[in-house]
């Protein structure tokens, strides 16, 4: 329903809308800006699975929040997903436990279709990769700036449900990993290269 009344608003300010991101509205003016702003606030709820490892990774509900021009569609806003944790066989050592984090490097940038309702937007990000430890210990194997040696930009796109939550999926390659000390050479051979999936559902703030 909160979606729905976002959509009333931003018709309201003179768009033919059929849907809006956000879940929270209220109107920003600034200045200089002839459109006022509609502002997006959702929760994030994500997996990603690693081609590699054949395996799948909850990552903890992060939010996105950011502002949407109901004139244009344009879409720019800031996710934040907080770190998430795998276990997995590390050969030579046994099990490891991987703790990564999504670090954007840039806004999320998008663009929603008010006529065909679909959303595409794009984000850009370093995966850092936070410990990777043996199991039963405290030794860290990679440091403190382990990450991917570039960033991924990722395109998610989808159709906007203007009530309950949109959920969209894409697939990314995840490029060699740098700066990760004695565990560099196994990251890349366990989990660097193409074909990981990236799932992500957002649902509007209660």
Request: hydrophobic share 40%.
């Amino acid at each position: 329903m909160k979606r729905m009344r976002a959509l009333g608003a931003a018709a309201a300010c003179g768009a033919i809308l059929s849907g809006s991101l956000g879940a929270t509205l209220t109107f920003s003016s600034p200045a200089g800006a002839a459109t006022p702003l509609v502002k997006v606030k959702e929760f994030v709820h994500a997996t990603t699975t690693l081609a590699t490892l054949k395996q799948t990774v909850a990552i903890p509900r992060g939010r996105l929040s950011g502002t949407l021009n109901p004139i244009t569609g344009a879409l720019r806003a800031k996710l934040a997903l907080p770190p998430a944790s795998s276990t997995t066989s590390l050969a030579g050592i046994g099990l490891v436990k991987a703790t990564f984090s999504v670090v954007p490097t840039k806004k999320v940038m998008g663009k929603v279709d008010f006529v065909k309702t679909t959303i595409t937007s794009t984000s850009v990000f370093n995966i850092h990769v936070d410990s990777l430890t043996p199991v039963g210990t405290s030794v860290n194997l990679v440091g403190n700036t382990c990450q991917t040696s570039q960033p991924i930009t990722m395109t998610l796109t989808g159709p906007f449900v203007a009530i309950g939550d949109m959920t969209f999926s894409s697939t990314y390659t995840i490029p060699q990993f740098a700066n990760c000390g004695a565990g560099t050479t196994a990251l890349n051979a366990l989990v660097a290269g193409p074909g990981n999936t990236f799932t992500a559902t957002f649902s509007p703030f209660k």
